[in-house]
T-cell receptor, first 113, second 114 residues
Framework: AQSVTQLDSQVPVFEEAPVELRCNYS??????LFWYVQYPNQGLQLLLK??????LVKGINGFEAEFNKSQTSFHLRKPSVHISDTAEYFC???????????FGAGTRLFVKA | DAGVIQSPRHEVTEMGQEVTLRCKPI?????LFWYRQTMMRGLELLIY????????DSGMPEDRFSAKMPNASFSTLKIQPSEPRDSAVYFC????????????FGPGTRLTVL
């Protein structure tokens, strides 16, 4: 069975500051990892995903994430955030051969001016 | 592509009434998922279909909830009778076969049961 833990429920940060949203997962099989973003009153949309290969994955809007197998982590980072990055971010895991994606509880990023 | 389409976008109903939520997945996607999102419980998977067949409905909270997918381009989620605790945002999502494929979410239906 797989599970996802997002370590912070809320992250307040000032505009132009760097941010890291933390995600840990557990799985007994190889995994695919995702970060989704949900803007207010919208559905979730994909930010980036890790399937295999390079452990550093770049996504849209300047976000990137690093897959760390030994620490079973997939933290999301951005070097300089904008007000428009205010949203909820979901980490998700899917097992190789499986079709059910497990979502974390979400981290609400609040960017202040 | 138009993306995943959900209707209605907002629904306000009274306790005891039947509610039907509708979803049109992206053409060519063979997986369809129904989720419920609330502040208290976050994002919950209710049920998912593969090639129009329900695969896992273990997330459906009660017998009052039912879902159907009569063809590849249409699915419904029905609540009968509705209760105030069913108030939530309901999302439909679709994807192609393979755990490596992302899910594409619709805009959601905000349901309020008075």
């Amino acid at each position: 069975a797989q599970s996802v833990t997002q370590l912070d429920s809320q992250v307040p940060v000032f505009e132009e500051a760097p941010v890291e949203l933390r995600c840990n997962y557990s799985s007994s099989v190889s995994v695919y990892l995702f970060w989704y973003v949900q803007y207010p009153n919208q559905g979730l949309q994909l930010l980036l995903k890790y399937l295999s290969g390079s452990t550093l994955v770049k996504g849209i809007n300047g976000f990137e994430a690093e897959f760390n197998k030994s620490q079973t982590s997939f933290h999301l980072r951005k070097p300089s955030v904008h007000i428009s990055d205010t949203a909820e971010y979901f980490c998700a895991v899917s097992g190789a051969g499986g079709f059910k994606t497990i979502f974390g509880a979400g981290t609400r990023l609040f960017v202040k001016a | 592509d138009a993306g995943v389409i959900q209707s209605p976008r907002h629904e306000v109903t009274e306790m005891g009434q039947e509610v039907t939520l509708r979803c049109k997945p992206i053409s060519g996607h063979d997986y369809l998922f129904w989720y419920r999102q609330t502040m208290m419980r976050g994002l919950e998977l209710l049920i998912y279909f593969n090639n129009n067949v329900p695969i896992d409905d273990s997330g459906m909270p009660e017998d009052r909830f039912s879902a159907k997918m009569p063809n590849a381009s249409f699915s419904t989620l029905k609540i009968q009778p509705s209760e105030p605790r069913d108030s939530a945002v309901y999302f439909c999502a679709s994807s192609r076969t393979g755990g490596y494929n992302e899910q594409f979410f619709g805009p959601g239906t905000r349901l309020t049961v008075l």
